[in-house]
């Protein structure tokens, strides 16, 4: 959307719960309980009314068959409840899924396997609260031509701040092989995750910064250089492309705002020690511009 007076508004798909015409407006309602009206738009409005429409039977078809290809034999009404959760590439919480169909997750998860980062899944895992990590499927962009990416969104956190957490770890990958690096997201700014002394709360805002997380993502498409290059980067002619977006894209800001670092996969036993270091690092670091770099990273804990 363009508003006159101010700087475009993207609304995603996956946002949109309904798109509705009434009362000669057309209506889009959002997931999060948000509305957006058009008015005035005289003959346009049975004609938007039927593209947006069809936009979103579409993704939700798409979805359809991407859930079917792991369990074909889901009754059509239980796809299009489990679409709702994955539509546009967005990342399904766990309990979701279970709720509607409890034998998805397993699948899912062996798609990890299939995709070649079911170690750096499993390691995480038992450091997550697990009920509350989302995993996603997404198709490329030109359809059969390009390929089907699997990533995952894990929170880690507790209410001992100086255990390594305050962390949403993010990975996507295509297959086996291509997976580049794990990346790292704050939940709450460094000093308010110190304060919070009941598990509840912090559920509750892990909830938060999971849902804008997954949003933000689907936003930005999963491109991820935009969002670890540093400020004095963005200066040189070959990234000046991204300023205009930072600037413009505030799901893009809100990224790099909460970016902690990546890690990348060198070994496996390099990849561990490396994330116990990045975890130890957001929750003894205090200022929260400090990002995470392979140059910290040390021994800890001496048995990994």
Not at 125 to 135: F, G, L, N, P
Not at 242 to 247: A, D, M, V
Request: aromatic fraction near 8%; charge should be negative; charged fraction near 30%.
């Amino acid at each position: 959307m363009i508003p006159e007076k101010d700087d475009f508004v993207r609304v995603p798909y996956s946002d949109i719960e309904q798109v509705k015409a009434e009362d000669h407006k057309l209506v889009i309602s959002g997931t999060s309980g948000g509305k957006v009206t058009f008015s005035k738009m005289a003959a346009k409005l049975d004609l938007m009314n039927r593209i947006l429409s069809g936009a979103m039977n579409d993704l939700s078809s798409r979805v359809q068959s991407m859930v079917k290809e792991l369990q074909p034999d889901l009754d059509p009404i239980v796809l299009g409840r489990i679409s709702r959760f994955m539509r546009e590439g967005k990342a399904a919480k766990r309990r979701d899924i279970e709720s509607i169909v409890p034998e998805l997750w397993g699948r899912l998860e062996k798609r990890m396997e299939a995709a070649g980062i079911s170690e750096e899944y499993g390691f995480l895992k038992t450091m997550s609260r697990q009920e509350k990590m989302c995993i996603g499927l997404k198709r490329g962009l030109m359809g059969d031509l390009t390929e089907e990416y699997i990533w995952f969104l894990i929170p880690i956190y507790s209410t001992d701040p100086s255990e390594p957490g305050n962390a949403i770890a993010m990975e996507s990958t295509a297959g086996e092989g291509k997976g580049g690096a794990t990346y790292f997201f704050r939940i709450l700014s460094r000093e308010d995750y110190s304060r919070f002394e009941k598990l509840e709360d912090l559920d509750q805002a892990a909830d938060s910064s999971l849902a804008r997380i997954n949003k933000c993502m689907t936003v930005v498409n999963f491109r991820r250089e935009p969002i670890y290059l540093q400020d004095e980067r963005l200066a040189e002619p070959e990234y000046s492309r991204y300023l205009f977006s930072i600037r413009r894209i505030p799901e893009l800001r809100l990224l790099r705002n909460q970016y902690i670092g990546r890690v990348f996969h060198s070994s496996p036993e390099q990849w561990r020690r490396d994330v116990m270091s990045l975890l130890k690092f957001n929750v003894i670091t205090e200022e929260d511009k400090d990002r995470w770099t392979s140059e910290e990273a040390e021994d800890w804990p001496p048995e990994i």
